[in-house]
């Protein structure tokens, strides 16, 4: 199971309120392995008020709350009955689960907000020996060319017949030696 995006729909105006009661409702139902983050999307705004200039919190989607959260039946049911959640956006009606944001959803929303996904910490260098954990090229070894770290991305020297052939592959792909 991974964990996905869902929209919930709340009562206008009350989306900070779903978002404190789903956290309290997560920690002492103890579903802090199935939900993860409670989110509602807000940009900074400059507004001019009685001839002062001053920055406020606007929300993007009044009456929507973001969660991130792994789709089971225990964590619907926890989700689907917060206090002042009317439900998900996206199901076809009662009991069934809801459609998750696509991840360019997800991501556009988040950077929006200023939010960035979290990225795996750069922990290779150039020339490092690796061995490569999943994908077509499963446990060859090599060395590291290239390092992009925007990308998430390494560049590997990997012997392949008797020559040394570059291949691009996640962070995710790779594990220090």
Excluded: C
């Excluded at 260098?125 to 590291?144: H, L, Q, R, Y």
């Excluded at 390092?147 to 962070?171: C, H, I, Y």
């Amino acid at each position: 199971m991974e964990k996905l995006w869902y929209v919930i729909h709340t009562y206008s105006g009350y989306e900070n309120k779903v978002k404190t009661n789903l956290e309290k409702r997560v920690e002492s139902m103890e579903m802090q392995d199935k939900i993860f983050r409670v989110l509602v999307p807000t940009e900074e705004e400059l507004e001019n008020k009685d001839g002062k200039k001053r920055t406020v919190q606007r929300k993007v989607f009044p009456g929507y709350v973001l969660v991130e959260m792994i789709m089971t039946d225990d964590s619907w049911y926890v989700v689907r009955n917060t206090p002042g959640v009317t439900g998900f956006v996206g199901s076809s009606g009662a009991g069934s689960k809801p459609t998750p944001l696509m991840p360019d959803e997800v991501h556009a929303i988040l950077r929006q907000m200023g939010v960035d996904e979290p990225t795996p910490k750069v922990d290779f260098d150039i020339a490092e020996t690796v061995k490569v954990k999943d994908g077509p090229f499963a446990n060859f070894v090599g060395s590291i060319e290239e390092v992009d770290a925007s990308r998430q991305k390494v560049k590997v020297l990997v012997n392949m017949f008797g020559r040394e052939t570059p291949v691009e592959l996640d962070f995710t792909q790779v594990e220090k030696m």
